[in-house]
């Protein structure tokens, strides 16, 4: 997948709750780097977390645009309280996303 159908796919896994996507969407070495993690369950614990604690959570992506392997996504999330923006960087390999770096305004509490 080019970047920017694997970020639009990443979006539409964690709004349809589709777990057993991180497989296809993720490489197994993937490093999260706002979370500190390495690797797909860390992915999934904080998919699961995340939607449990917040189950109307929508993710509405409003722009990305890629260059070569990377993607930048503004996204505007909705369900946790007021709306939030993210802004994430992936860096795509072999079709699946291998790093993302993160800002946001969200407050999760």
């Not at 291998?98 to 509490?109: D, K, Q, V």
């Amino acid at each position: 997948m080019n970047p920017e159908t694997v970020v639009r796919r990443m979006y539409q896994a964690a709004n349809t709750r589709d777990l057993d996507a991180i497989d296809e969407i993720f490489a197994a070495d993937f490093r999260s780097h706002p979370m500190g993690t390495t690797g797909r369950d860390p992915i999934r614990r904080a998919w699961r977390q995340v939607t449990e604690r917040f189950p109307d959570l929508r993710i509405e992506p409003l722009e990305v645009i890629t260059d070569g392997d990377r993607a930048a996504a503004w996204t505007r999330i909705h369900g946790p309280a007021e709306p939030a923006t993210i802004m994430e960087l992936v860096r795509v390999a072999d079709g699946r996303i291998a790093e993302l770096w993160g800002l946001s305004n969200l407050n999760w509490r």
